[in-house]
């Protein structure tokens, strides 16, 4: 009971919650959070304590900077909860929605180093999140995936058509869990290494992601335009399927993380200039 009591004072005053909002996804430092918000250093530092003490955000130093996140999902149930029941009060307030847009403008421009991540963060975007960002992240995961935390998102997120399922079935790639995501869920709200487009339509109407150090573009076919018998349909997608793959892996050898079918260690520094 006490410890419910600590948190329900904790979170029971608006600074602080919108403090505790803007470090979901994307760990933040003292000189992030004054470029946000309106407060003295001093009040924000308050607030961080506050926070910090009843479990529900950790700190983490990394050189002259200290950065602050959200607890971890095996950290107290009683903190667990609460901050889900935080995202989903708050998820849609407008006044989150704000101090979003500052935070991706914070990260943006900020004098300060990129969060520290043992793995570089990678989001795939395309139209509808549905055939060609879907096999991207899960072929990045399979080749990749202790070197990198991989996402994908849609501007217009729609079902994931049975054939991206089956085509990536066939190489060993279960996607069954997977859902369509929309980029709102992430725009603004976490830090990203790289956010790679893989369609025009994507690329024309994104082009500019707060937030993410480097942007590629790597335009494929979109598969479920393709016309023709079940058969010439699922021809597509196992051609788009794999020139992904393709291009994937080409990135991964020019850039270092793959040489000679060994991967490099899990510290990996961003090698784009």
């Not at 994307?26 to 004054?34: A, F, G, M, V």
């Not at 107290?76 to 979003?100: F, H, S």
């Amino acid at each position: 009971m006490k410890k419910l009591i600590n948190i329900a004072q904790a979170i029971s005053d608006e600074s602080r919650l919108r403090i505790l909002m803007s470090l979901e996804g994307t760990p933040l430092c003292l000189q992030h959070l004054t470029e946000i918000f309106d407060l003295a250093p001093s009040t924000i530092s308050t607030h961080l304590h506050i926070l910090e003490n009843v479990g529900l955000i950790r700190s983490q130093p990394s050189g002259r900077w200290r950065y602050f996140s959200w607890a971890q999902e095996d950290s107290d149930p009683a903190v667990v909860e609460a901050l889900k029941w935080v995202r989903k009060v708050l998820a849609n307030d407008p006044t989150i929605a704000d101090d979003a847009a500052r935070k991706a403008v914070a990260l943006q421009n900020s004098s300060v180093p990129p969060p520290p991540s043992k793995k570089l963060r990678i989001l795939f975007l395309c139209t509808g999140n549905s055939c060609r960002s879907q096999m991207a992240e899960a072929i990045l995961r399979k080749h990749a995936g202790h070197l990198f935390e991989v996402h994908s998102a849609g501007l217009d997120p729609r079902a994931i058509p049975p054939e991206t399922y089956q085509v990536m079935k066939e190489i060993g790639l279960d996607l069954s869990e997977q859902k369509p995501k929309s980029i709102f869920n992430f725009l603004g709200k976490q830090y990203f290494h790289y956010v790679i487009t893989v369609c025009e339509n994507a690329e024309s109407k994104c082009p500019v992601f707060p937030g993410a150090v480097y942007r590629l573009y790597w335009p494929f076919e979109d598969p479920e335009k393709a016309t023709g018998s079940d058969e010439e349909r699922l021809r597509k997608f196992r051609e788009v399927r794999d020139q992904i793959e393709t291009r994937i892996l080409a990135w991964l050898h020019e850039k270092g993380f793959l040489s000679s079918d060994r991967y490099m260690g899990p510290h990996v520094h961003v090698r784009e200039k």
